[in-house]
């Protein structure tokens, strides 16, 4: 029996797939339509022209791995561009931030704009966007204008991406039919975020011979992206329907100051009433934008689709999952070169044990997906999440890489086993095949979740640390309020707020400081263990909203969604 909240094409495991109905559309059926096609969506090829599946695939995956190498490869590539420049550090801050902060402000509206002209279209003026502004990044000119250039192009590095990726993840949805679009979106998934934990490492490489050089990086694999493209044949489906230009605003509006808000915590501070001025204004223009939206004619997102319960659990799951998945590449990486005195490029092969249990798991996340619907899925990966980040939290005091590195794994194998089918299982749910309508709504999820952690486990981390330095100086004698001035700076300093690491004059506290830098390198590192703990505790809680999936599974596209293409 189908849930109350579901959409044709749902059906309970084990069921048989609900009946479409012969011709029910084809009485209206313009010229050129497929039986099914809604009337407002008509693909812009002859049925000669069928994409290419794996071409296309591996396009979208070109096209989509800049966007994710560039939300960690700049932040390696900072000292060298403050030196270089000659930045201050808050305005560095700004320059990874603008790109964090435009791409969640404006991924709803990519993904809007991508069903509207059509999702090649719009993914090819996103990759040229973001392959434009990359290579302006790295032409940034000397001298005073140098920060605010980068700050403005790195801006537009975020809507570059904001428009490709709900584009290019729209693409793959509707060239892949229902019954492999699970094991095709784990592939996707899987690889497009294992570059993530792969920009430290090019980063690093790439830093040796020119910082300028991680913005060029982007040139040449946007240029096979786009001929990847051509070759495919990819279509371009478009619906004829106006924008929500109001709409539109209003999410960007709230998202941005939400997320700025979240963003500069660290800085401002959590006392500061800028910062609650930012998130309760954000979160305000949000609840205007989704009272606004329910009552528009068209709106920039169909609301309703949170009416189907299984969607609604999907984006809490990838909520709680991506508390703990973006910021696990900050935190392991600051982690590795304080606590485990690693380099930079070995803090990045760190990483690739997290990344090697998620490139597996997401695979068989997709089998079960394909296979038994995204149930099992969420629950299995959510509960080995909660487990492997548990056990990994445990062993972060042992400041031994070997002793932790099996429960890296297992971490990362419980958000592989689990984000891929919660994201197709969201978008195979779309309102009249409005996959980029729905991929804007599960990536907007996924970044304001990782704005959140960040900001949330950062403050926990620079919180926890202080006060187990203030323990350790004031165990070496050092007076407590001097203590917590000492301790305040240093654990700003190695949570990459500020400079330097520890105090480099000859005074008593200094001595001292220096002297208890192997206590404090533990300190971090109990201090990171609460933060992970947390990681488990978001993972616990996805695995509590997975029990309220239905279990239903999408056998088939809406009745108003347009055939998939033959392969």
Same mark, same amino acid.
């Given at each position: 029996?189908?849930?109350?909240?579901?959409?044709?094409?749902?059906?309970?495991?084990?069921?048989?797939?609900?009946?479409?109905?012969?011709?029910?559309?084809?009485?209206?059926?313009?010229?050129?339509?497929?039986?099914?096609?809604?009337?407002?969506?008509?693909?812009?090829?002859?049925?000669?022209?069928?994409?290419?599946?794996?071409?296309?695939?591996?396009?979208?995956?070109?096209?989509?791995?800049?966007?994710?190498?560039?939300?960690?490869?700049?932040?390696?590539?900072?000292?060298?561009?403050?030196?270089?420049?000659?930045?201050?550090?808050?305005?560095?801050?700004?320059?990874?931030?603008?790109?964090?902060? =435009?791409?969640?402000?404006?991924?709803?509206?990519?993904?809007?704009?991508?069903?509207?002209?059509?999702?090649?279209?719009?993914?090819?003026?996103?990759?040229?966007?973001?392959?434009?502004?990359?290579?302006?990044?790295?032409? $940034?000119?000397?001298?005073?204008?140098?920060?605010?250039?980068?700050?403005?192009?790195?801006?537009?590095?975020?809507?570059?991406?904001?428009?490709?990726?709900?584009?290019?993840?729209?693409?793959?949805?509707?060239?892949?039919?229902?019954?492999?679009?699970?094991?095709?979106?784990?592939?996707?998934?899987?690889?497009?975020?294992?570059?993530?934990?792969?920009?430290?490492?090019?980063?690093?490489?790439?830093?040796?011979?020119?910082?300028?050089?991680?913005?060029?990086?982007?040139?040449?694999?946007?240029?096979?992206?786009?001929?990847?493209?051509?070759?495919?044949?990819?279509?371009?489906?478009?619906?004829?329907?106006?924008?929500? $230009?109001?709409?539109?605003?209003?999410?960007?509006?709230?998202?941005?100051?939400?997320?700025?808000?979240?963003?500069?915590?660290?800085?401002?501070?959590?006392?500061?009433?800028?910062?609650?001025?930012?998130?309760?204004?954000?979160?305000?223009?949000?609840?205007?934008?989704?009272?606004?939206?329910?009552? $528009?004619?068209?709106?920039?997102?169909?609301?309703?689709?949170?009416?189907?319960?299984?969607?609604?659990?999907?984006?809490?799951?990838?909520?709680?999952?991506?508390?703990?998945?973006?910021?696990?590449?900050?935190?392991?990486?600051?982690?590795?070169?304080?606590?485990?005195?690693?380099?930079?490029?070995?803090?990045?092969?760190?990483?690739?044990?997290?990344?090697?249990?998620?490139?597996?798991?997401?695979?068989?996340?997709?089998?079960?997906?394909?296979?038994?619907?995204?149930?099992?899925?969420?629950?299995?990966?959510?509960?080995?999440?909660?487990?492997?980040?548990?056990?990994?939290?445990?062993?972060?005091?042992?400041?031994?890489?070997?002793?932790?590195?099996?429960?890296?794994?297992?971490?990362?194998?419980?958000?592989?086993?689990?984000?891929?089918?919660?994201?197709?299982?969201? $978008?195979?749910?779309?309102?009249?095949?409005?996959?980029?309508?729905? =991929?804007?709504?599960?990536?907007?999820?996924?970044?304001?979740?990782?704005?959140?952690?960040?900001?949330?486990?950062?403050?926990?981390?620079?919180?926890?640390?202080?006060?187990?330095?203030?323990?350790?100086?004031?165990?070496?004698?050092?007076?407590?309020?001097?203590?917590?001035?000492?301790?305040?700076?240093?654990?700003?300093?190695?949570?990459?707020?500020?400079?330097?690491?520890?105090?480099?004059?000859?005074?008593?506290?200094?001595?001292?400081?220096?002297?208890?830098?192997?206590?404090?390198?533990?300190?971090?590192?109990?201090?990171?263990?609460?933060?992970?703990?947390?990681?488990?505790?978001?993972?616990?809680?996805?695995?509590?909203?997975?029990?309220?999936?239905?279990? =239903?599974?999408?056998?088939?596209?809406?009745?108003?969604?347009?055939?998939?293409?033959?392969?």
């Amino acid at each position: 029996m189908r849930d109350k909240g579901d959409f044709p094409g749902s059906s309970s495991p084990g069921s048989d797939p609900p009946d479409s109905g012969p011709g029910g559309s084809a009485r209206n059926q313009r010229p050129g339509q497929t039986p099914g096609q809604a009337p407002d969506e008509l693909p812009d090829r002859a049925p000669d022209r069928a994409p290419k599946q794996a071409l296309t695939l591996a396009a979208m995956l070109f096209a989509v791995s800049m966007t994710f190498i560039d939300q960690t490869i700049v932040v390696i590539a900072a000292p060298e561009i403050i030196h270089e420049l000659g930045l201050s550090a808050s305005g560095m801050q700004w320059v990874i931030n603008a790109y964090l902060l =435009t791409l969640a402000a404006f991924f709803a509206l990519g993904g809007r704009l991508s069903d509207l002209f059509g999702h090649r279209r719009v993914m090819v003026i996103g990759t040229l966007v973001f392959v434009v502004s990359s290579v302006l990044c790295g032409v $940034v000119p000397h001298g005073g204008f140098a920060q605010s250039w980068l700050i403005i192009f790195r801006a537009f590095q975020g809507l570059g991406a904001a428009l490709m990726f709900p584009a290019a993840l729209a693409v793959v949805i509707a060239v892949f039919p229902v019954s492999r679009r699970g094991r095709a979106l784990a592939l996707f998934f899987g690889l497009s975020g294992a570059l993530t934990g792969i920009g430290p490492l090019l980063g690093g490489w790439l830093t040796e011979w020119t910082w300028r050089a991680i913005f060029w990086v982007n040139v040449p694999v946007a240029a096979v992206a786009l001929v990847l493209t051509a070759m495919a044949k990819v279509p371009n489906t478009a619906r004829r329907e106006r924008l929500d $230009v109001r709409g539109a605003v209003m999410v960007a509006a709230g998202m941005g100051l939400t997320v700025l808000g979240l963003q500069q915590a660290s800085t401002w501070g959590w006392d500061s009433a800028a910062t609650w001025a930012c998130i309760v204004v954000g979160l305000a223009v949000l609840t205007l934008f989704c009272v606004y939206e329910l009552r $528009v004619e068209v709106p920039l997102i169909k609301l309703r689709v949170f009416r189907d319960r299984a969607f609604a659990v999907d984006m809490a799951v990838l909520f709680f999952a991506m508390l703990a998945f973006v910021p696990v590449f900050f935190f392991v990486s600051v982690y590795a070169q304080v606590s485990l005195n690693s380099s930079a490029n070995e803090a990045a092969l760190f990483l690739l044990y997290f990344f090697i249990g998620f490139a597996i798991a997401s695979q068989l996340g997709g089998r079960i997906l394909d296979k038994r619907g995204a149930r099992p899925a969420l629950r299995l990966g959510s509960l080995v999440g909660a487990v492997g980040f548990a056990l990994w939290a445990g062993k972060m005091t042992d400041l031994s890489m070997s002793a932790q590195w099996p429960y890296a794994a297992l971490a990362g194998a419980g958000i592989g086993f689990l984000l891929s089918p919660a994201s197709t299982d969201a $978008v195979n749910r779309a309102i009249g095949a409005s996959y980029g309508e729905v =991929t804007g709504i599960t990536q907007t999820v996924r970044n304001f979740a990782a704005s959140v952690g960040l900001a949330v486990f950062g403050t926990v981390l620079t919180h926890v640390t202080t006060d187990k330095v203030i323990g350790t100086l004031t165990a070496k004698g050092v007076p407590k309020a001097q203590a917590h001035d000492v301790a305040h700076g240093v654990a700003e300093a190695i949570t990459g707020s500020t400079g330097a690491r520890q105090p480099t004059g000859s005074g008593a506290v200094a001595r001292a400081t220096r002297e208890a830098m192997n206590a404090i390198r533990t300190d971090f590192a109990e201090a990171n263990r609460v933060v992970f703990y947390g990681m488990a505790a978001a993972l616990a809680l996805a695995f509590v909203c997975s029990l309220f999936h239905p279990g =239903t599974r999408v056998t088939q596209p809406p009745a108003d969604a347009p055939a998939e293409p033959r392969t």
